[in-house]
């Protein structure tokens, strides 16, 4: 079973940068496209960035140009650096598949301040 554990959030002014992370646990990982997720107070979760296995990435409108998501197999981590942050990107983050959905972790809170 896939487990996943975010960190990185915090408290950040407008403009300013953080470098989010999702350790996965299980060998299955390194096959399938990941992507973060985002939980803002009072919406829906969604996706704002995704890559492969292969590398090929997408982003959401919102985040495009301000975020960049890598992964490393060998280390089974997604990253997400997250530079230029506005009070709209505020929420929770998560991590998880993009076409296979693993059990949800407890996500890490980002908190942008204007």
């Known amino acids: 079973q896939v487990q996943l554990v975010e960190s990185g959030g915090g408290l950040v002014q407008a403009g300013g940068s953080l470098r989010l992370s999702c350790a996965a646990s299980g060998s299955i990982f390194a096959f399938n496209a990941m992507g973060w997720y985002r939980q803002a107070p009072g919406k829906q979760r969604e996706l704002v960035a995704s890559i492969t296995s292969g590398g090929t990435i997408n982003y959401a409108d919102s985040v495009k140009g301000r975020f960049t998501i890598s992964r490393d197999n060998a280390k089974i981590t997604v990253y997400l650096q997250m530079n230029s942050l506005k009070p709209e990107d505020t929420g929770v983050y998560f991590c998880?598949?993009?076409?296979?959905?693993?059990?949800w972790g407890q996500g890490t809170q980002v908190t942008v301040t204007s």
């Open positions: 998880n598949g993009v076409y296979v959905s693993y059990a």
